[in-house]
């Protein structure tokens, strides 16, 4: 007997049902639900009643083919005798011609047919949906699974590092205590020295003035008054004494002191950001559009679905609106923008080259100066937070001071962060600056160079992470971010200019995903920005080797972040 074979995705035995034999199955009757050989097929099948009206199908079609339903002999389940002619739309019921003369002559009526195909087509929507569902949570069991494990490792890691110190700990406390006897022996032998050092001077001199009493008294015994008074001169210069000089007071053992035992001296466990399961993200380009510049510094898109561009290299602000797959000028301005943003209300607030105060363009296409001034500081970034409050990016060469400040709407300063907890710069030039939804806030710090970190500064100011790029990613190339945003999620994207590569990190700069733009076919990525109905903007700038006019604008989709 030969083994079972694959038909149409299940397994079925391979033997004829007709001869029982080990022939290869080759066709099936659909009328009689029966595989057989091509033998059987010729001279057995064709023998049965009817056979020429009967469907036969190639083994091939088994599993592809559906059989077709006979919807003419369908019993009408009010009506007794009656069979079913038409499907009522309205009453989701089989009518027959009495039920339509009856009931449904009004109502939406359909061949039966046309009923059946809806139902199925319904029906396979809703299992496409159940699929999609049951196959998201087949993926969330295995990224959950995932966060089991890597919960497990990371408490594994923790615990080792926790018994670790305890032993470090354990052996500088005791050789702290060892060195603490050992000072207070020495002490205490110091101690004793200065006392036993007078005690023996006094023991000394009490010794020899036990011996002058005595020979005092041996004078005094003297009965012969011309011998007295031979011995009394030398006796009186002999009773002069000159008692030992001794310290006024001595030193005593140090005391001990109790220390107390907290977490800057043992440690503390902190939150390293939430646990993440894996993150499918999708990028997929909506739009592209040439543009006349070699770097687009900065997009801002406005509310009315126009967009501000600048390219700084190119002393260049333009406002553009997308028609079809071109960028329509509404206007330009020749000026060096070092950053800019669009308020809630539709503002446009820009830092140009060499202005202490921010500037906004008016509604007459003017540059005028704004209520925001960082005097005596330089402002280098700008993001804003809502129509009442920004955050801007600060520094000044000469006083070698940089700052990240929140200003509210009337352009008072509401904090200044610039020195951290111990009186050190938190920031060499805070170049890029976004916020998230916790209190967050997310600088791009330009150290020098290449050399560049994300700073993540907590409620209140002080620094709760630095993201140095990943250590795979950013192997044989250092991270070089060139912007940042927030993602409509509240995560957050950082440009890698050196790898072409998105770093997406959570709230907390903790990376959880990245994404190559290579791979959609996007190069040399900058600026980013997204829209009001959460698409992504991202600027380029023209490749190093590159010597045209070629920077592009994509208008992105993105999922799963």
């Known amino acids: 007997m030969a083994s079972s074979q694959p038909f149409g995705g299940g397994q079925v035995p391979?033997?004829?049902?007709?001869?029982?034999s080990d022939r290869p199955i080759q066709w099936k009757c659909m009328d009689c639900s029966i595989l057989m050989c091509g033998h059987c097929k010729d001279n057995v099948h064709s023998q049965f009643k009817n056979a020429l009206d009967h469907k036969i199908i190639k083994r091939e079609e088994i599993g592809l083919h559906t059989e077709e339903l006979d919807f003419t002999n369908i019993k009408c389940a009010v009506h007794t005798g009656q069979s079913s002619c038409l499907y009522c739309n309205t009453c989701e019921i089989l009518v027959c011609p009495t039920c339509v003369a009856k009931v449904h002559k009004k109502h939406d009526l359909i061949e039966i047919s046309d009923a059946y195909n809806i139902k199925v087509e319904r029906?396979?929507?809703?299992?496409?949906?159940?699929?999609?569902?049951?196959?998201?949570?087949?993926?969330?069991?295995?990224?959950?699974?995932?966060?089991?494990?890597?919960?497990n490792s990371q408490y594994s890691k923790v615990s080792q590092n926790i018994l670790s110190h305890e032993k470090t700990v354990k052996q500088q406390v005791k050789q702290y205590f060892k060195e603490l006897k050992n000072k207070l022996e020495q002490n205490h032998e110091t101690v004793l020295l200065s006392v036993k050092s007078d005690f023996n001077?006094?023991?000394?001199?009490?010794?020899?003035?036990?011996?002058?009493?005595?020979?005092?008294?041996?004078?005094?015994?003297?009965?012969?008054?011309?011998?007295?008074?031979?011995?009394?001169?030398?006796?009186?210069?002999?009773?002069?004494?000159?008692?030992?000089?001794?310290?006024?007071?001595?030193?005593?053992?140090?005391?001990?002191?109790?220390?107390?035992?907290?977490?800057?001296?043992?440690?503390?466990?902190?939150?390293?950001?939430?646990?993440?399961?894996?993150?499918?993200?999708?990028?997929?380009?909506?739009?592209?559009?040439?543009?006349?510049?070699?770097?687009?510094?900065?997009?801002?898109?406005?509310?009315?679905?126009?967009?501000?561009?600048?390219?700084?290299?190119?002393?260049?602000?333009?406002?553009?609106k997308p028609e079809g797959t071109n960028l329509k000028m509404m206007s330009e301005f020749t000026i060096h923008v070092c950053g800019m943003a669009v308020t809630p209300s539709n503002q446009l607030l820009l830092i140009v080259k060499g202005e202490k105060r921010l500037q906004q363009i008016s509604s007459?296409?003017?540059?005028?100066?704004?209520?925001?001034?960082?005097?005596?500081?330089?402002?280098?970034?700008?993001?804003?937070?809502s129509d009442n409050k920004l955050i801007v990016g600060a520094y000044n060469v000469k006083l070698k001071r940089c700052a990240v400040i929140i200003m509210n709407k009337?352009?008072?300063?509401?904090?200044?962060?610039?020195?951290?907890?111990?009186?050190?710069p938190m920031f060499s030039y805070p170049w890029h600056i976004s916020s998230t939804s916790n209190g967050n806030i997310h600088v791009v710090d330009k150290i020098s160079g290449d050399n560049r970190k994300v700073v993540v500064l907590g409620q209140g100011g002080h620094i709760i992470n630095q993201y140095t790029g990943h250590p795979t990613i950013n192997k044989s190339k250092p991270f070089k971010p060139v912007n940042i945003v927030t993602t409509p999620s509240d995560n957050v994207v950082v440009t890698d200019l050196n790898t072409e590569i998105l770093h997406m990190l959570n709230n907390n700069?903790?990376?959880?995903?990245?994404?190559n733009t290579k791979d959609i076919g996007i190069n040399c990525p900058f600026s980013l920005a997204f829209n009001t109905t959460g698409q992504l903007y991202i600027g380029c700038t023209k490749a190093a080797s590159s010597q045209t006019k070629e920077a592009k604008l994509y208008v992105i989709n993105i999922e799963g972040f």
């Open 509 to 515: 700069g903790h990376l959880i995903s990245y994404f």
């Open 364 to 385: 007459s296409g003017e540059l005028t100066d704004s209520v925001y001034d960082v005097s005596p500081l330089l402002p280098i970034a700008i993001h804003v937070i």
């Open 123 to 151: 029906l396979k929507k809703e299992q496409s949906k159940i699929q999609k569902s049951n196959s998201n949570m087949n993926m969330k069991k295995n990224q959950l699974n995932k966060l089991v494990l890597a919960e």
């Open 201 to 320: 001077a006094i023991s000394s001199f009490t010794n020899q003035m036990d011996d002058k009493i005595t020979e005092v008294q041996d004078c005094i015994d003297i009965s012969n008054a011309s011998e007295f008074f031979k011995e009394i001169k030398k006796m009186e210069k002999f009773t002069e004494t000159k008692e030992p000089r001794t310290r006024p007071s001595y030193a005593s053992s140090q005391k001990f002191v109790p220390g107390n035992i907290n977490q800057s001296n043992i440690g503390s466990l902190q939150d390293d950001g939430n646990l993440s399961a894996e993150i499918n993200v999708s990028l997929v380009i909506n739009n592209e559009y040439q543009t006349e510049l070699e770097l687009i510094t900065f997009v801002s898109p406005c509310l009315d679905q126009s967009i501000w561009i600048s390219s700084y290299s190119n002393g260049m602000l333009q406002r553009v």
């Open 410 to 424: 009337k352009g008072d300063k509401e904090a200044v962060y610039e020195h951290d907890e111990h009186n050190q």
């Open 14 to 20: 391979v033997n004829c049902k007709l001869c029982k």
